[in-house]
């Protein structure tokens, strides 16, 4: 039996927080993964979706999309040679190989020369029908390469907040009492500023018999900074206000407790809003610990940021 | 004759809804349409705009844009086919055709290969006039191929909330009343986060024995979530306060009554803010429904959302 | 001798308007152009300034836009045409002319074939200096046209509020007074949401025996649409509150009146916020005239906006 | 020993800028360099990070862009170069060289026609290794390009507040009492407009017998303007509110005083949101200094902003 700290009341007082879209039904799993995505699948989707499709290459992994822009070449190059070599390998003209496996091949280098827009010129069309495969085959070219213009534009300027989150949530000593705290830090060289930081807790309560997901907002010693240079550990003070005031360990297992972590910021360089999202679940809080600083100053007194030890804590008994 | 529920005081109250770009001129139409555009006509455009032809081509359908091209394409050649004839064909070194027609269609076949800059050189120019035109033509096919780059970016990157909304608003019982509801999902990808909601009612009312269309905002159970990886059923509960607490179904056609949605979300993909607006006219409201949750769990507690039953409710009388 | 009615203390009451980056110094012209540009000369700018460089092709006009492109290709094209005679016409291998000049457009042609990347190979570059230059041009042409292929995208995807404004402001009865009022529609066909209107005049007034230029906001009658389908009539009434109580014709010329307004709205298309800026002079302040509607509708009862008509209006004495 | 004017009170009570991301660590250099960038730096963060090469990219200075796109046009062209004269010399068709000299030379400048897909052919692959080779670098070479295409526009495209501060903060005369300024210019040619402004203090102060650095919110005479057509000059009345009011010119030096400034504005060409910041550290403020207006109005009384006289000023003993 868990020993939720909220009365009826104090619920229907952070009513905005009751649903966060996630509904109140008790999952198994936690709702945003570790890395910040939804931990959702979307039944009925079309598979094949353009507006998604484009998402999905804008998304994907280099190596992925390098591979996929290599076999889509490949393929297109292969079904080009097949036309071309319907229509007969002796309209290509300056075609020298003699067996079919050479032409094969003359027909798939000529389909990579007019894709790309090289054409050399040592095999050219010849007759109607195969310079009007080559003369869509570019035009083909140059709508296919403007998109892989605009793909890789995409890729490389989505803006994105790469925060560099600590592992673990804490639970520290705190002036008289304890907090809540993490760490997070800039790893892209780009400039974040006014950054702010909203904390919500997603726990299983028993309410009328009845076990229901519930979510609550954490007070934040400080909600909001103008620069984000530094590190930043971010603090919520267990008070007598705090819903987690009377959890322990066990408490946070038993109500699967799940630290939701929203980050919003201005980046200065793209000058675009941002958001980074990050989720602890239960078991990735760790007691009695404390972060070391990160910050040293260089033989001049420069600040050093040094992102490897964001996980630095030593212990530090309640 | 309506019982519009209103006072003369309350409409002052809601003040700021009174008119919403809409007038208050009665029309015979919806003022949105289901797909949430408008429903107005702009006469006196000219024809030919440049901001608006890229709007156009950026918002077209995909086939439309595909023929386009290919239709530009082809005239495009057509015209520099007919403007080395008249220079003459004799200009175009390595030409081998010999009637009219071969000679029309070499011309065509070197203005594509010249234009898309794939330049196989086994016709070239000869003589100023062509080597000009063909330069020329060459700057063109850089230019245009960068028109195209240009509108393919913009077409893909165009950010578009894709809402699914349900067919129908229902009627549903809700506490111990009833409640106007409605139901959305994302069907895309992308995740939108800061999703805020408004409900806007237009009806015809009469006001000193003039009939004139009058706006009002609804006031719902929850206007904003911050998280939207599942569906959301949207509720205006119809307590005392609602301005159609004493419509039913024939009044609800009296009065035109049309269902306005507009909502704003932030697109998380592309750091860019989205809207989408829907509109819902008395003949699409259903009375005595309920929706089915159309979040289920898989074996291992994962959410899935079955957007294909967004439409899924059952009888529920009030 | 002006008859300005504000009191001292009002002045102090709407502070917040009496700088609003034009300073208090009286100039003999307005402030803000016709069109919504600021009247204001900047002097040290050095003469070529990349960013501004940037910023003057993509807003110049599209007629000299196509004749700079132009005029560039020509110029670049002669200095290489002048660097491959140098190194000598010889080492164009396919040239065919005999005279100096027959050798300037072959080798001028030769650049157009090389920066376009066309590259037909009728005449191709021989020996190390030839090769090396062409390599670089051909370089230089994918570089300038990936320049215009940014231009051009930039050129189009500007977003730009292209808001009608009616000729005059004008003087018109309204209620049991009168009021200031301007018409505005949206010409393009992008949708415009969330408008908002504010709307500040600039008077010269005698404080304390010395002329000085201040600055008031207008009270409207609503500042804000969440809708702009049709056209928009933005109301000052003209009550005792208001600035401009006692100013009649006399009085504006007298005080070089002139009424600046800034429009601020979201672009539904493009998702992103717009901003237009007008000003109306004194002397484009019409008295005793009314706004016709230019809202129609057609047989099916279909909302029409009739632009031409934006200036429509007829007399109507106060 | 510090005249610091603040109790603990009144830092409880501006208690958000005790804060601002910088912790209260005392540096022996600035926390902002004089142009706005933090003075940090990071170390952990992996030499390669796509994101971050981006980002390097489009800020990096012109002259090293162009250096850089240089040195990687040679550098893949002798990579390609070595791998056709491994594969063999004799499968380039029409190489005329006959020293290994020659030959790198034609391999390389067949790689650059390649790769640019200029191809003029006089040169063509022959044989299934080299013109998959070359296949693969003309796909390559789009790619590259459309790369280069992308940072092209990016580094462009960019919006950049280029804001012109004047070079020193100073001290000046005000009303009854004295005030610290600054001034401030747009020197492109864009439109600011909504510009805001927020200056922070940094100072060295003793707590509790600790020297901690301390961050303090500037109250100023006018924090934003609508319009910045002209010059600003910003202005901190230094009243008994103020905390450096008890400062004199050794104070500020003793306290290490950092006047941190942000400065935010919608661009109206680019239509965004746009950021600057600046820091006077503590020997860049004047003491007994008043700004010369650099405002004039040319014969027909336009306004003229003449941007070189920025630092114009004049003794003006407190």
Known sequence: MLKIPFTKKKINN??????????????????????????????????FRLDDLYTNLITMKWSYF???????YTFINIVF??????????????????TSRDHFFDAFFFSAQTISTVGYGHISPEGFYTSLVAALESLMGVIVFAVIT???YGRF??????????????????KDGK???????????NQLIEVEVEVIIGVNINENDKIVRRFYSLELERKKVSFFPLSWTIVHP????????NFNNTDMADAELEIMILIKAFDDTYSQIVHSRKSYFYDEILWDKKFISIIKQDENGKSILELNNI????????
């Open 14 to 47: 952070n009513n905005e927080f009751n649903d966060l879209g996630f509904g109140t039904q008790v999952a198994q799993q936690r709702s945003i993964n570790s890395n910040g995505s939804f931990n959702v699948k979307k039944k009925g989707l079309s598979y």
């Open 179 to 189: 907090a809540l705290m993490f760490r997070i830090a800039n790893i892209r060289s």
């Open 238 to 245: 267990i008070t007598e206000a705090s819903p987690i005031v």
């Open 81 to 98: 040679a097949g036309i071309y070599l319907t229509i007969g390998i002796e309209h290509l003209k300056g075609v020298t190989g003699t």
């Open 311 to 318: 996980n630095l804590m030593e212990s530090s008994p309640l």
């Open 66 to 72: 390098i591979i996929l822009v290599l076999a889509f």
């Open 150 to 152: 605009g793909l890789l």
């Open 157 to 174: 300027s989505a803006p994105k907040a790469k925060i560099l989150y600590s592992d673990n949530a804490i639970i520290s000593p705190y």
